[in-house]
């Protein structure tokens, strides 16, 4: 990965973790509502008057710490037993992978019904929705490269050298699925901040006034026409953010495909 991509990433670190600082993401300006971009707001503000620019910001603590936070529980979960189905196969491989078929024709969105219908809404109901499907994709990729790896010459290598299954997992075969899996984690964090972002927009979520970026854009859905910067600010921020972690996903997976 380019050095500029770590420079962009450490930049939208700084800016969401420094960002409330800057003052009250939910300070009301009735003075203002609905003003364009200024100096004083550089975003503009929204129907109540609050400032955008530090909403986005207060906002993606949330929006983008719940997808991390999704990507990780999810990954672990998933590339653990895939590995491990992966590289013992038998009928508990054949078992698992079917629930993940099973489980990956779920729709989020139904599940996200189900879980606020049964929790109410609130992030307890996104984090079910998304966990209980979320881990799939890295099982079936994880799976699939494990099989593809159990048969190379230094896995036999290093079961001949007495190495039990579990220092084989994650001495050496984890290592080598690193890249490939870390490339498909980008694509499954911009997956899930699309999922997130969209659960919230239909009040599935995180509910306003809380800021949150798919909150942000139902609040603001109202004002389209009137002040679309209400609608557009938290809208190219989602899309943005999900089009540079696939991008630099996709990157990794160049320069994988490129040492092999």
């Known amino acids: 990965m380019n050095r500029w991509w770590i420079g962009v990433a450490a930049l939208v670190a700084a800016a969401v973790v420094l960002g409330p600082l800057l003052g009250d993401p939910d300070a009301a300006d009735f003075a203002s509502i609905l003003a364009g971009p200024s100096l004083a707001n550089p975003l503009g503000t929204d129907q109540l008057g609050r400032d955008l620019l530090l909403r986005l910001l207060a906002g993606a ?34 078992v698992l992978m079917r629930t993940v078929d099973v489980l990956a024709a779920l729709p989020t969105v139904l599940l996200g019904l189900l879980a606020a219908a049964i929790l109410g809404p609130g992030i307890g109901s996104l984090l ?40 084989v997992l994650v001495r050496h075969v984890a290592r080598n699925l690193a890249p490939p899996l870390l490339a498909h984690a980008c694509v499954r964090f911009a997956a899930t901040l699309l999922t997130v972002s969209g659960l919230s927009f239909l009040g599935l979520g995180v ?12 609040e603001g859905r109202e004002y389209l026409f009137v002040a679309p910067h209400v609608v557009l600010v938290p809208s190219v921020a989602v899309v943005a953010v999900a089009v540079l972690v696939t991008v630099a996903g996709r990157r990794i997976s160049t320069a994988d495909r490129a040492r092999s």
């Open 128 to 167: 079910v929705a998304i966990w209980l499907v979320g881990w799939t994709p890295f099982a079936r990729q994880a799976y699939q490269l494990t099989v593809t790896e159990r048969g190379r010459d230094y896995v036999e290598g290093a079961v001949a050298l007495g190495a039990g299954p579990a220092r």
């Open 61 to 94: 603590q949330l929006t983008l710490g719940i997808s991390v936070v999704t990507v990780l529980v999810t990954g672990v979960v998933g590339i653990g037993s895939g590995m491990v189905a992966g590289y013992r196969g038998g009928p508990g491989a054949r």
């Open 207 to 218: 509910a306003p006034p809380t800021a949150e970026w798919g909150a942000m854009v139902a």
